[in-house]
């Protein structure tokens, strides 16, 4: 029926990592666009892509590396991790969130290779400390081999207003460092979140998600059913000429929700969900605010990503200078400026 | 087994309105709080809070007024709307988005007076011709007889950037202005819009649904079961002692999904919604923007939503002063400038 693919020959893996590459980052305009999003730019000037990196730090971790992107970037995705086998490059034919992109990754490696542990980790995080993320992954294997889905979850280093928080519960049983999730909240005002860490047993919701694949479509058949059906469709056609008839078909059916909302937030509050808590010197690239957290300032007090030309500050505090490469960059009279300039495009 | 209350002993009804009186309306800060939000302010200065006239236009058309809202404000509901059997007003112990909160009324309409039709109409929208409304609601009825959910969609009068569109499809057998709905489309960029507009046969989704209880309720028994079982088992409960007790325990599992994502837009993909298009005069009162568009500039070219007093313009075009009664407001050397004044709190 199938094509022989090298995903055929190759041996059933036991941990997939599923990168989900599919935002397009219009906090970061103009460096990210539509055309160009952020996991696809070598945003903070260190020789490699935000995909890239994510892939490094998950290869040595995994048997294999399944991306998800939207069709209109998957040659450029294979172009910039060749080592990635390209049967493991899934194209969605348009954004339907997360729980989708995931969903799909989860059908198609069930159906190619039987039932596996998958990790889901987005393509838009730095992460400073890879041995700590290698045993936070490792537990939370360890712990999704008993039926939970798993994140992990970052200790916080601040009150951060731009994270969901986890409430953590009891220490699971076994393995040591994994905890039942009491809650996942939404996004706090200042004041909760002061008061969170101040009680402590918060985490920070990565969005980084370990489940066995038959777990996860498990939830999926019970609480969005339709959208279980549609991906496992998918997934059967997958490898087969029927794929691109079956994705017109079935894709557009499939409800949008996030994988937050769908899976993680419900089924903590029935009691099937761990959290592996981690300090990872972790970093969502969201903003611009983020970039100049994860970058250094210059002996000027500049913080400058991807430029190298002169930076004049007149009474400028802290001023961050984004892209642009050699040219001369003037700030005057505004503290906390950011300026973001491209070939075409120039943001104050 | 129930209380008997005053529901109980009126006739069953056939066309139910329900009202979602959630919004905090961040985006109207400071006049609206998480303590005051807007559909229970004046905040078109016209006597008339946005929740009082939605009620003021919707009981002439519907046996009953049924109005979902959160715990907190529902005694300020009940003070605004004192026509509505206090036994409508249903309290959600917190927010989880608008298909918990139009299912729950669904289950609770369905379980006290058995199947029905109902239509489900935003608390914070201002519609100018009350005439056109009813007509189209007519319609949407007679369309959802046949199993449709009917959805009345907004003649687009601009290329506006902040409303999802429908793409109209063709007509229905009947009634006379049902069409088919080809598709819902996520908020376009501008260029899009402009080209939809062009071409002609889209319409703003408003979030206005009409349907049979059993028809939603069973669409959301296939793509939703835990949520639909959720409210289903809230309904059986509320008007007995059990309401609190069931409540605690399934609220927090009920799915977060908006009703565009867990029905109208797979639902229509798979072709079961209908939709009416009409000219209302219809705003959503989202931000300061539209309070500008439905409220006139007098003859200073000035627009006043809520504020009496002198307004002093100075190279100033086209100043919006919201609230602040009688006291002085200057605006210099801005154009288009927004000045929100209460108590305690001035937005400029």
Redesign the interface.
């Known amino acids: 029926m199938g094509y022989v693919t090298d995903s055929d020959l190759a041996p059933a893996p036991r941990f997939v990592a599923v990168i989900p590459a599919g935002g397009v980052g219009s906090r970061l305009w103009p460096l990210s666009r539509p055309d160009r999003p952020k996991f696809l730019i070598d945003l903070l000037g260190r020789g490699a892509t935000l995909l890239q990196e994510t892939v490094s730090r998950l290869a040595p971790l995994s048997d294999r590396v399944v991306i998800v992107t939207g069709a209109r970037h998957r040659a450029a995705v294979l172009d910039q991790v060749p080592g990635v086998d390209p049967a493991d490059v899934l194209a969605e034919p348009s954004p339907r ?1 997360s729980m989708a992109a995931i969903a799909l990754a989860a059908a198609v490696v069930e159906h190619r290779w039987g039932p596996a542990i998958m990790g889901s980790f987005a393509a838009d995080q730095t992460i400073a400390d890879d041995d700590a993320f290698a045993a936070a992954v490792a537990t939370a294997i360890s712990a999704a081999e008993s039926g939970d889905i798993v994140t992990i979850g970052i200790e916080p280093t601040q009150p951060s207003t731009a994270y969901g928080y986890i409430e953590v519960g009891e220490p699971l049983a076994s393995p040591v460092g994994a905890y039942r999730v009491a ?1 996942f909240t939404e996004k706090p005002d200042a004041a909760t979140a002061t008061d969170m860490l101040a009680r402590g047993g918060f985490a920070w919701n990565a969005g980084m998600f370990v489940a066995q694949t038959s777990v996860l479509l498990g939830h999926l058949d ?5 959208l279980a059906a549609g991906v496992r469709d998918i997934a059967r056609a997958w490898d087969t000429p029927e794929r691109e008839e079956t994705l017109a078909r079935v894709w ?6 996030s994988i937050d ?2 899976l993680a ?2 089924v903590a ?2 009691g099937g969900v761990a959290v592996v808590p981690a300090s990872l010197g972790w970093y969502d690239v969201g903003d611009f605010a983020t970039l100049a957290d994860v970058s250094e300032p210059d002996d000027q007090g500049v913080i400058r990503v991807a430029h190298d030309g002169p930076i004049i500050a007149v009474d400028a505090e802290r001023p961050v200078v984004v892209g642009g490469a050699g040219r001369t960059v003037a700030v005057v009279g505004f503290d906390d400026a950011v300026v973001a300039v491209t070939d075409d495009a120039i943001l104050v």
Chains 1, 2 share one sequence.
């Open positions: 969130d809650a019970r609480r969005q059913p339709t557009p059916t499939l409800t949008r929700i909302h769908a937030e419900p509050a029935e």
